[in-house]
């Protein structure tokens, strides 16, 4: 069997919906609340929301893949994940 981008991007969306620490004895997941009470444009924070993408996710480490964080209003945050030309996205968050 092939993977295939499709299949990466379920494996991207499985990990934004997938709070840290879900699986017993394992780390995977993400933890998108903490992520987005942090200052937007914080590019350490993004860095590291990466890292754990890329270590839970390892097929991603080989693609151009960045952080999306965004406001659709004032109290209203959206996080994606942009990799391949494709974007996973979560719904909105209200702060």
């Keep these: ?4 981008l ?3 991007e379920e494996m ?3 990990w934004l919906n997938t709070p840290i620490n879900s699986f017993v004895g394992s780390s995977y997941g993400s933890d998108v609340n903490t992520r987005l009470q942090l200052a937007h444009g914080d590019v350490l924070a993004e860095e590291e929301f ?3 993408l890329m270590t839970d996710v390892p097929l991603l480490s080989g693609l151009d893949a ?6 659709s209003s004032i109290d209203v945050m959206s996080v994606s994940i942009a990799f ?3 974007v996973v996205s979560l719904p909105d968050y209200r702060s």
């Design 50 to 52: 990466l890292e754990k």
């Design 1 to 4: 069997m092939e993977i295939t």
């Design 12 to 14: 991207v969306e499985h």
């Design 66 to 71: 960045q952080v999306l964080v965004g406001e």
């Design 84 to 86: 391949a030309g494709r």
């Design 6 to 8: 499709d299949h990466i």
